[in-house]
């Protein structure tokens, strides 16, 4: 896991954007959002035998003010979602959202009255986990697909071009109920 | 399914409720189920919709009960019978091992004081209000059960009591056992059962300003379509189902 | 809570609101002078201060909103806010047949999820009046299921509890310990948390090969394991300093408020329904009822610590019965009520085992009858309703279960322990400091999924 296998062999110079991307995804801190079952989950990842410590995200920040990452680890009920937006207000740029189960990726195995089906509604989110709940090692996964997005994510001007891009790409895609014919 | 109401003795569809000539129990039609496997409609060809067979539950026992049930039923009785309140309990139900005593709604608060003041009764634990919406039910739609336990005399009882849609009034038990208060408020929350003389009815579960009630039998359910890639399934209670 | 729908201002955070209390200030973590500041003239400001802790607060134990009236550092009301998780369970367990209703509810109590498969199964099957027809094998499984997972509630809240108090090794030892637990769970029913393992009619799977021998390497574990915790934390100064005489609530006001569980028996009234009302066979298991006598914290933490012991007891005399049991069914013999299918690994996944497969498509026409009409439509329950409590870690968990006699629930209530002992939390708590109010809700042990439902 060091960085020095990570470089471009023989050279320590790198841009930018992979040092701080580096920076970011090294030392990420998850604000406590846990609501139900998934945060025991995430609890036992932060514990001894998944260890989340070597990540780099033992500490789970209380105060949105200082984390970077929001771990939606449960369903998400009505009268819970203008609190969930708040905390994702007072987290300070830049955050990722990741939605930790099928709960909070889709409204799960719950769809009726009292659950947000997916947390997509209230916050913008970037890695979507399903599992109910999910594995230690399945957290864990998504979290590293996290942190490669994280490292890869360009500054500046890269920045806004890529968000363009992405936009437009999404504003171009063809809609879920669209996507027919694949089972052949 | 759907449940509506029927007087028994009128419709010559439904079976007349049965009375076995020795068992002491009678059974109580609440409600009509029409159809099988969930198959509605014109396009119904298989028949099955046109089922249609009366709901039977338990009805009212006679005495002997049996066991303890009689016991706590003379000491009620007694207590009863002292403060001249004999209409208090409507009937008594014994069914599975269990005694059900179905009260009426203004006098419930006496009833619950003696259930836990008496010697012979001493029933010092309520488990909780549980709400019922029995939709066939003409005039007591509502239904609270509140379980009981006597840790003296390791027994359980059931108190049930049944209010019209209308009118969902009952008075409220907090002052007798002070366990129930987030348990009426829960009731109120999801039934619309309102509570009188608790100390601060409000919605407990639900956000404060939510319409309706959510558990009574007259709300959706309130899933919305799940989209899959090339389709998409409507929620549980819009979907095709076999029962 | 501030309603910040209400206005629209530039900074949600730093001005007041008004509200028909008073004014209202979201403090997030700026200057406590820039709160003063708004506070204008002397007069329109009271001694009391509201504060809110919650919902999201890494102490609350999940999803609980605490109003405290301070005055200074002590408490003078609490009140609790409950239903940020409010998840519609009992009302999507009336859309669904008997057996799916198993899934929903083994979520309500995320920590305890056998406990609410227990409950609502046991309600069921005096429905069906199958009470008496339930193998043994299954009743030995689910006891021994569930006191593992008593074992592990507890070290949850030993965990929990340490963290908050700030005793961080506790949490690590407590979490390492639930892995070995999770990691029978996993061995036994597939999954780590919230299994649908226990069905009406007996459980779904019986024990893989190498079970018992797995679960008695992990109570010689434990009992080598479960000293640590007490070395840790019995006789700790700082540990007693925070617990003891915190969160007082004595036997009258115990039963008054509803309380059942290790509450209750830290008052040192010896109230257990595994005891007083066994079900599933506990009255021919050998094991005492711990209580303690100071019905404050420490208490209901010695209780818990000492009820692991107990489990692990359980458990060694379940695992003997299981290897007597070989080969005995583990569902009910009645075709028509027993759920039929057979899960195993193939060279796809998990699926339908393939002697399954062959026994309903070559062998038996009435067995795949069977399969497909519970499968599709499910067993229909005769009339009536059930309550069946039991004994779970948090006190009485029971099941009101009410039947029109379909294939699905007419109404399925849960009464939860956790919702009603925390009640107790303004008793507990008023009159005290603001720390011991995060001592006393840890000792009572809410899961805010089984509050909430």
């Known amino acids: 896991m060091g960085l020095e296998e990570k470089l471009p062999s023989g050279v320590l110079l790198t841009t930018v954007e992979g040092v701080a991307g580096y920076m970011r995804k090294a030392s990420f801190w998850p604000a406590t959002f846990g609501l139900a079952c998934c945060a025991i989950e995430m609890m036992t990842t932060g514990g001894p035998k998944y260890d989340l410590a070597r990540f780099g995200m033992e500490v789970f920040r209380a105060s949105p003010r200082q984390a970077d990452l929001m771990i939606v680890a449960g369903r998400v009920s009505q009268k819970m979602a203008p609190v969930l937006r708040q905390i994702y207000d007072q987290m300070p740029d830049p955050k990722w959202v990741l939605a930790m189960g099928v709960c909070a990726s889709s409204g799960g195995m719950f769809n009726n009255y009292a659950i947000v089906q997916g947390v997509d509604h209230v916050v913008p989110v970037d890695m979507y986990l399903p599992g109910c709940p999910p594995r230690p090692e399945m957290l864990i996964d998504a979290i590293l697909k996290l942190h490669d997005q994280v490292q890869h994510t360009k500054l500046g001007a890269n920045r806004q071009s890529e968000i363009v891009d992405l936009e437009t790409s999404a504003l171009k895609a063809l809609p879920t109920s669209q996507m027919k014919g694949l089972m052949r | 399914m759907s449940d509506r109401t029927q007087d028994p003795a009128q419709d010559p569809h439904l079976p007349v409720p049965q009375e076995d000539q020795d068992a002491s129990t009678t059974v109580e039609a609440m409600g009509v189920r029409e159809g099988m496997f969930g198959v509605r409609g014109t396009g119904d060809t298989s028949g099955y919709g046109g089922l249609v067979k009366t709901t039977l539950f338990p009805g009212a026992s006679r005495r002997p009960y049996g066991g303890w049930f009689d016991e706590v039923a003379d000491a009620l009785e007694a207590r009863l019978g002292a403060t001249d309140l004999d209409g208090a309990i409507e009937r008594v139900v014994i069914d599975r091992g269990e005694i059900t005593f179905h009260v009426r709604a203004q006098d419930l608060p006496f009833v619950a004081q003696m259930f836990r003041d008496d010697e012979a009764l001493r029933f010092e634990l309520c488990s909780g209000v549980s709400g019922v919406h029995y939709v066939g039910d003409t005039d007591r739609e509502l239904h609270a059960v509140y379980h009981l336990l006597s840790m003296t005399h390791n027994r359980r009882v059931r108190l049930e009591v049944g209010v019209p849609d209308a009118d969902p009034h009952i008075p409220s038990i907090v002052s007798i056992y002070p366990t129930n208060d987030w348990h009426e408020r829960e009731t109120y929350d999801m039934f619309g059962i309102v509570f009188d003389g608790h100390p601060a009815l409000t919605r407990i579960l639900m956000p404060d300003d939510w319409p309706g009630h959510p558990q009574r039998k007259d709300y959706p359910l309130g899933g919305i379509p799940v989209e899959y890639k090339g389709g998409s399934i409507p929620p549980p209670d819009q979907r095709r189902s076999y029962n | ?453």
């Open chain 3, 1 to 453: 809570m501030a309603s910040s729908t209400d206005e629209t201002p530039t900074d949600y955070y730093a001005s007041g609101s008004e509200t028909s209390d008073g004014r209202v200030f979201t403090v997030t973590g700026q200057d406590w002078d820039s709160i003063t500041a708004g506070l204008g003239g002397l007069d329109d400001v009271e001694e009391r201060v509201v504060v809110n802790m919650g919902p999201q607060h890494p102490s609350t134990h999940g999803v609980l909103r605490l109003i405290l009236e301070l005055e200074g550092e002590t408490v003078t009301v609490a009140r609790c806010g409950i239903g940020y998780l409010h998840t519609g369970i009992e009302k999507n367990m009336e859309y669904r047949s008997w057996v799916q209703g198993v899934t929903f509810c083994t979520r309500m109590d995320y920590l305890a999820p056998f406990f609410n498969e227990a409950a609502y199964v046991l309600s069921v099957e005096r429905l069906l009046g199958i009470e008496g027809d339930i193998p043994e094998k299954a009743s030995v499984m689910r006891v021994l299921l569930m006191e593992l997972n008593r074992i592990s509630s507890h070290l949850v809240c030993i965990a929990t509890g340490g963290m908050e108090i700030g005793a961080l090794t506790v949490m690590t030892i407590g979490f390492r310990e639930r892995e070995l637990v999770l990691d029978l769970f996993e061995l036994i029913t597939g999954l780590r948390m919230n299994h649908a393992f226990f069905r009406p009619g007996g459980v779904a799977q019986d024990l893989p090969p190498g079970a018992l021998d797995e679960i008695r390497g992990f109570v010689a574990l434990m009992k080598k394991r479960l000293p640590e915790y007490a070395d840790l934390c019995n006789a700790n100064p700082i540990f007693k300093g925070r617990l003891v005489d915190v969160g007082h609530l004595d036997l009258a006001g115990c039963l008054a408020l509803g309380l059942t569980g290790p509450v209750l028996r830290s008052t040192g009234y010896p109230w257990d329904l595994r005891k007083t009302q066994p079900y599933c066979g506990y009255e021919t298991y050998d094991f005492d009822v711990q209580t303690w006598d100071t019905a404050d914290s420490y208490g209901r933490f010695r209780v818990r610590l000492a009820e692991m012991w107990e489990s692990l007891k359980i458990i060694e005399q379940a695992a003997d019965r299981l290897a007597r049991l070989e080969g005995g069914p583990v569902m009910v013999a009645d075709k028509k009520i027993a759920w039929p299918s057979q899960l195993a690994i193939g060279s796809d996944g998990m699926g339908n085992s393939l002697d399954h497969i062959r026994h309903i498509m070559g062998e038996s026409m009435e067995a795949l009858i069977h399969h497909f009409k519970l499968v599709t439509e499910g067993f229909r329950v005769p009339p009536g309703q059930a309550y069946v409590p039991i004994e779970s870690p948090r006190g009485e968990l029971g099941a009101h279960v009410v039947s029109d006699g379909g294939t699905r629930p007419l109404r399925a209530h849960f009464r939860d322990p956790s919702f009603t002992n925390l009640q107790a939390t303004s008793v507990m708590s008023e009159g005290g400091m603001v720390a011991d109010v995060i001592v006393a809700i840890a000792s009572i042990d809410p899961v805010m999924g089984g509050v909430d439902r």
